[in-house]
């Protein structure tokens, strides 16, 4: 509990006990009344049980207080004070849901016994009987009293507690229970005219519409609690909708969903520290999600540039806040969300984009996020440079205060990061894991069939998180394209291929490759890399043979055949290594099948339909690059041999003697 929180306990504790020593040691007791007082004190301790739960904040609500008003006006301030203490410990003690701590006890007992002395004074104020002494004006003044002095009190240690403004707390929680008080004072004056026709006895005979008061009050919270509930589920659906989108969108910036988590999480902590409104760390949560939404503008080779951007792209991305903003304005949020998103590049010293605010012009929440979203890409890893270490970042950003970014945030960040960092690894979006469905079409197996012992089937559902699915699209589409683009820009062969495989195991996870093509009903080795290389390139394979023969005999994809079927491939006494799955393409020119591309993974079912997929969409490319190359070849051999004699002609004479003239001169 916060030092000021168990500080103004006290001070309530003292307040109330000390006040009802005060009244007990002058109080004046007329025998007459006892039994009158004694019944009042039974009832106010039954209605007691008669008590609603308030919504949002740990208490209950009970009709007692008609009793307390009933002691002020028919017996005396003394009075007052035992029956509000007895009401108030019947409240808690009788049917609790959770048992009260002593402090709890001790709490409620010092404010009942400081609310019913007030009131009983206000009640029989000399000022307000000289100003106005008739009954309705001295019973609302009494009810008010008491309603705000018990209300303000319980507000008061739920906002120290909880770090919150006491007028927020009073409005949201113990403001719509006037209306109850007003009703109380109202029945109490009521009673008082019985008791003075009839006598006091027949004040029992308020106690069935103090059960319909409690009954309907019960009805209304329970709409009210239906309402809200209602309120809350649609508020959650709209916010799980924010972070499935936020997360796309941090997905195609090549980061993962714990950068928006940390983002969020130090956000909301700064923000409860610097005491900001409620409405501010609303539209916080949102804005601190959705904050670049704006980058679907922006190029994506800008984006994940790995190196310094140019002027021209700086201009490009500086139009993401803008961007962004005018996206969330078509949402409509409660909360002043969009000036969030937009000012967040903005800095303390007005140097920041887009529209040059400084200092207190720049909104709360926007300089909140600044920082937190400079400290979290310092210390993250991006595409630019490596992660840096939380300290030497802090140390950083605390130069920066009072220039880019608020003082007052910086100190808050600065002081409490150690702490908060532990919150932000274990923070979740608690989005769901979404399950992608992934199937391959049913084909015949090969020769010598497929192993299925010990495995599952590759065609089975494989679940996988939807943000990995988002960024592997990225990359996939970025890595096809530098593939195609490389597979086109050279006519040396082996560089060619070589570039393919190392590209191709960041896509592919895989132990080797090998690309063979087909002369006179063979499979001759033509290119290969990684684990086994060797055994794979000194080994021909018959059409029909193995995995990579049955590929080039059908014209079909295998995906997890037995890699080890493949001559060349099996088992290595001195290394122990076994290619035990496979991946086999053919290679297709004009003519038909030219050869094939086999990947070989160690592991069984090392191959997923994507990875066919991902191998199917370079073969065509790869197989022209290679068709290109062997007329290349063949052109080259052409230029340099007689066609009659088949001789060499003129041309490599004069090769070769630039050669020896230039290794002579070396």
């Not at 073969?619 to 001789?647: F, P």
Request: hydrophobic share 45%; charged share 20%; proline share 5%.
């Amino acid at each position: 509990m916060p030092r000021a929180a168990r500080f103004f306990i006290t001070l309530v504790c003292f307040s109330g006990f000390s006040t009802g020593a005060v009244t007990l040691v002058q109080a004046t007791w007329r025998p007459e009344q006892t039994f009158e007082f004694v019944i009042y004190l039974v009832m106010a301790a039954l209605s007691s049980r008669l008590k609603v739960k308030l919504p949002g904040v740990n208490g209950t609500l009970s009709v007692n207080f008609i009793f307390v008003l009933l002691g002020a006006v028919e017996l005396g301030v003394a009075h007052t004070l035992i029956i509000s203490c007895v009401a108030a410990l019947s409240q808690c003690l009788l049917a609790p849901k959770t048992r009260p701590k002593p402090v709890q006890l001790a709490f409620n007992l010092g404010n009942a016994a400081f609310c019913g002395v007030l009131c009983a004074r206000v009640y029989h104020s000399s000022l307000l009987r000289h100003l106005d002494g008739s009954m309705p004006v001295l019973l609302f003044c009494a009810s008010l009293s008491y309603f705000l002095s018990n209300t303000l009190v319980v507000a008061e240690i739920i906002a120290l507690t909880e770090k919150k403004k006491l007028h927020q707390v009073w409005r949201d929680n113990f403001f719509w229970t006037a209306p109850q008080y007003i009703f109380g004072a109202a029945l109490t004056g009521v009673i008082h005219v019985c008791n003075s026709q009839f006598g006091w006895q027949y004040a029992v005979l308020v106690f069935p519409g103090i059960y319909l008061l409690d009954r309907s009050y019960r009805v209304y919270l329970r709409r009210l609690q239906d309402e809200k509930q209602h309120v809350t589920e649609v508020a959650d659906l709209h916010l799980r909708t924010i972070k499935a989108l936020a997360l796309a969108i941090d997905a195609k910036d090549a980061t993962t969903h714990k950068h928006l988590c940390r983002v969020q999480v130090y956000s909301l902590k700064i923000a409860q520290e610097l005491g900001i409104g409620d409405a501010e760390i609303e539209a916080l949560k949102p804005a601190s999600l959705l904050h670049d939404i704006g980058k679907l503008a922006v190029p994506e080779y800008i984006i994940s540039k790995p190196g310094r951007l140019t002027a021209a792209e700086f201009e490009k991305m500086k139009i993401h806040p803008s961007v962004g903003a005018k996206i969330l304005e078509c949402v409509n949020f409660p909360y002043p969300v969009v000036p969030i998103v937009r000012a967040h590049h903005e800095k303390w010293d007005g140097s920041g984009y887009p529209d040059g605010l400084a200092g207190e012009q720049i909104p709360m929440g926007a300089r909140i996020l600044s920082v937190v979203d400079c400290f979290d890409a310092m210390t993250s890893d991006r595409p630019y440079r490596a992660a840096m270490e939380t300290g030497k970042a802090i140390e950083l950003i605390v130069k920066e205060a009072g220039r880019s970014y608020d003082p007052k945030v910086v100190e808050m960040l600065a002081r409490h990061y150690v702490e908060w960092e532990q919150a932000a690894k274990t923070a979740s979006l608690e989005i769901e894991e979404f399950t992608a469905e992934v199937r391959t079409a049913a084909g015949a197996a090969p020769a010598a069939g497929l192993d299925t012992t010990g495995s599952e089937d590759p065609r089975r559902d494989m679940p996988m998180d939807f943000i990995l699915l988002i960024a592997g699209a990225r990359q996939e589409f970025q890595m096809l394209h530098e593939i195609t683009r490389d597979l086109g820009n050279s006519l040396s062969v082996e560089d060619t291929l070589s570039l393919l495989a190392t590209r191709l195991r960041k896509l592919i996870p895989h132990d080797a490759m090998a690309i063979r093509l087909l002369r006179e009903d063979k499979l001759i080795p033509y290119y290969f890399d990684g684990e086994g290389a060797p055994g794979i390139a000194r080994v021909e394979i018959e059409l029909g043979q193995g995995v990579s023969g049955w590929v080039a005999s059908n014209g079909r994809p295998i995906v997890n055949g037995e890699g080890a079927l493949d001559p060349g491939c099996g088992y290595d006494p001195q290394k122990g290594a076994q290619l035990r799955s496979a991946l086999a393409v053919p290679l297709e020119g004009p003519s038909g099948v030219v050869g094939t591309l086999t990947l070989y993974h160690s592991q069984r079912n090392g191959f997923t339909p994507d990875h066919l997929r991902i191998v199917e969409a370079i073969s065509s490319k790869v197989c022209l690059t290679i068709e290109n190359a062997r007329v290349y070849e063949a052109a080259q051999k052409s230029a340099a041999t007689d066609e009659l004699t088949g001789l060499p002609n003129v041309r490599p004479l004069f090769i070769h003697l630039q050669w020896i003239w230039t290794a002579s001169k070396r």
